[in-house]
């Protein structure tokens, strides 16, 4: 018995019957037969009489696999029900905008920050300057917007991925 997740963070109950191939899913049965072998990246299967040529994009994670069907890739997390009661408690990442957020790309020191909080920003406007390995890098505004956050100021030392503004 496992817990799948899709894309959607939609659960879904799994009962595999390796004796009979048989796959139920939320109570709705499905007889699989595939040729999968471990470290095969394409593979075909029938599931209940129908051919299904798959792709297998990524494994690197136990718990996580992304499968490519149809032109669609779709992402699982398989989890046994005792994991997956757990789980709620591990910190999500939070999700930036990057059209929003600009985030350092290397580590540096902020040579100048030319946006305030409140202010209004234009795409394509120079945002900051960020000195690294005595080379200065412009970076410039990526969507129209007011500032909401200035987080750094200047001669401060960034790491790389640091927050440096938020456009609201």
Known sequence: YVELMDDDNKSYNVKIDNENNKIIIDNNEFIVDT???IGDFV?????NNSSAIC???SNNSEHEIVIQ???LKHKFNLRIPEENNLFQFVPKPEVIDLERVLLAPMPGNIFSINVKV???VIAGQEA????AMKM????YVQKDGIVKNVYVKQGDAVAAEQK???IE
Do not use: P
């Not at 200065?136 to 970076?139: A, D, K, Y």
């Open 118 to 120: 409140g202010q209004q």
């Open 35 to 37: 040729n999968y072998n």
């Open 128 to 131: 900051c300057i960020i000195e």
């Open 43 to 47: 593979f075909e299967s029938i599931v």
């Open 164 to 166: 440096i503004f938020e």
């Open 55 to 57: 792709q297998l994009i």
């Open 136 to 139: 200065q890098n412009i970076f």
């Open 69 to 71: 069907y149809k032109g």
